[in-house]
């Protein structure tokens, strides 16, 4: 079955430096990726959407990449702030692109 | 922040209770999901809908109901809730331009059954 897995241990690391976050998928072949930030007890909220047909993207400290033939999505967080601890989803387009399957997600902490 | 909303935020209700959650958003979009999430875990879609009269299961199998008659609105209906369905209750919706528009997801509903 289609599956996405991004790394349950949490990521603790310290401000300034760049976080980088990995999401896996398997069998099947997304048309997009997506990343999504969760807050304890809210909704996600949208950060980046990465196409099949490309192999970065990039928003402010943000940048994600997409190799399609590791299966493969990295999220970076660069000089990253303690405002950006949270979880990380990664979502992958399903059922012709209209519902995703979502990652458990990764939480971030940034200690100062 | 997006104009979807979710009440209550908070529920805590005894077994065998009929319950309904909550869903409205403001943005005119046809697309409107359901998941569910239990903590430290992945969402799961439990239901969808691709515009009023039009719902589907999702991909969890759930005892829960959905209706969808006006755009805006799309409530989620327990007949009976069981300690089984506590859980944390997230709405989405997204328009039905480009496929690959963004969800945008409502605060949720933490729901608690004793």
């Known amino acids: 079955s289609q599956k996405i897995e991004q790394n349950s241990e949490a990521l603790n690391i310290q401000e300034g430096k760049t976080a980088t976050l990995t999401c896996n998928y398997t069998?099947?072949?997304?048309?997009?990726l997506q990343w999504y930030r969760q807050d304890p007890g809210r909704g996600p909220v949208f950060l980046l959407l990465i196409r099949e047909n490309e192999k970065e993207k990039r928003k402010e400290r943000l940048k994600v990449t997409f190799d399609t033939t590791l299966k493969q999505s990295l999220f970076h967080i660069t000089a990253s702030q303690p405002a950006d601890s949270a979880t990380y989803l990664c979502a992958a387009s399903t059922g012709g692109g209209n519902k995703l399957t979502f990652g458990t997600g990764t939480q971030l902490k940034v200690e100062l | 922040e997006a104009d979807i909303y979710q009440t209550p935020r908070y529920l805590v209700i005894g077994t065998g209770k009929k319950i309904t959650l909550e869903c409205s958003q403001t943005?005119?979009?046809?697309?409107m999901y359901w998941y569910q999430q239990d903590p430290g875990m992945e969402l799961h879609l439990i239901h969808y809908?691709?515009?009023?009269?039009?719902?589907e299961k999702g991909d969890l199998s759930s005892e829960s109901t959905v209706s969808r008659i006006r755009t805006e609105h799309f409530p989620l209906t327990l007949e009976s809730a069981r300690p089984s369905h506590t859980s944390q209750y997230l709405c989405?919706?997204?328009?039905?331009?480009?496929?690959?528009?963004?969800?945008?997801f409502g605060p949720g509903t933490r729901l608690t059954v004793l």
């Open positions: 809908s691709y515009g009023v009269n039009s719902t």
């Open positions: 069998n099947y072949s997304p048309a997009y």
């Open positions: 943005m005119g979009h046809d697309k």
């Open positions: 989405a919706s997204r328009t039905s331009g480009r496929r690959e528009d963004t969800q945008y």
